[in-house]
């Protein structure tokens, strides 16, 4: 498959953040990487392979960046103002650095309009790639949540601000009114958010995001995997190859 590496200096991060591209053609998918990832943890732990039948097609390219949750989620013993407001800076990188880049790429290479992006994670970055696509659906447009953790608690305990309730799906969807601007482009994507139920899985988190979604009419594919299904790489690799023939139809 075709890959590409770049990196350049973000004013709102104020550090230089590096991507990889993964193929060329198809829906762009943004890839968040699990708890304290970096670009490269996509080929390295092998997800690429599992990608490989979609990327080698045309049919998907993937954008690999990096977390800052070493200084945000996981700094657990970081003052949470500060952590939370550091996340948030980081969502500006992606939304305002990383989605005209991908736009301009794909332009670059023949899209003849700006597409939709997936976002996509596995854990903790399902938690990223779920909030990114609920806080920002004229932006994304299809979520591959797995194995995910939905509400902020999990990195600030009980910690709660207005950024903090920003970045936690489980408290603000609920709160969303009806006749909110978003809801109609919710409910016109297409999400699939899948947890197993063995060993280090946290299924309460995925059935209390379930419950918000259907309260709100917000449409999703939300599947439960059986007791053997762990949270670990070769699960998420069995339900990439399951879930994206689907997304990508």
């Known amino acids: ?10 004013p709102v991060l104020g550090r230089d953040m590096e991507i990889k591209v993964y193929g060329r053609g198809g829906k762009p998918v943004l890839y968040i990487p699990c708890q304290n990832g970096r670009f490269f943890d996509f080929e390295n732990f092998g997800m690429a392979d599992a990608w490989a039948s979609f990327l080698e097609t045309g049919q998907a390219t993937v954008f690999s960046v990096d977390t800052m949750d070493s ?5 657990k013993g970081g003052d949470p103002y500060f952590r939370i407001r550091r996340h948030e800076s980081w969502i500006c990188y992606i939304t305002e650095e990383v989605v005209p880049y991908i736009r301009n790429f794909c332009r670059g290479y ?8 997936m976002t996509f994670g596995c ?6 790639a779920a909030n990114l696509y609920f806080r920002f659906p004229y ?32 408290h603000y969807i ?11 482009l919710l409910r016109s994507h297409r999400a699939v958010i899948c947890v197993g139920q063995g060993p280090w899985e ?33 699960w998420w690799f069995k339900q990439v190859n399951y879930f994206v023939p689907e997304l990508l139809k």
């Open 110 to 117: 023949g899209w003849e309009c700006d597409p939709g992006i």
């Open 139 to 170: 932006l994304f447009d299809e979520l591959l949540a797995l194995s995910g953790v939905y509400q902020a608690d999990y990195g600030f305990d009980g910690y709660m601000d207005d950024v903090v309730y920003l970045n936690s799906p489980v």
């Open 71 to 75: 200084e945000t989620w996981s700094d």
């Open 1 to 10: 498959m075709e890959t590409y590496y770049d990196k350049w200096y973000s």
């Open 202 to 234: 946290l299924p309460d988190y995925t059935r209390a995001l379930q419950y918000a979604l259907v309260e709100k009419g917000i449409p999703a594919w939300v599947d439960y995997w059986g007791w053997d299904v762990a949270h670990d790489w070769p």
């Open 174 to 184: 609920p709160n969303m009114p009806y006749n909110h601007s978003y809801l109609p």
């Open 123 to 128: 854990s903790l970055g399902a938690m990223h």
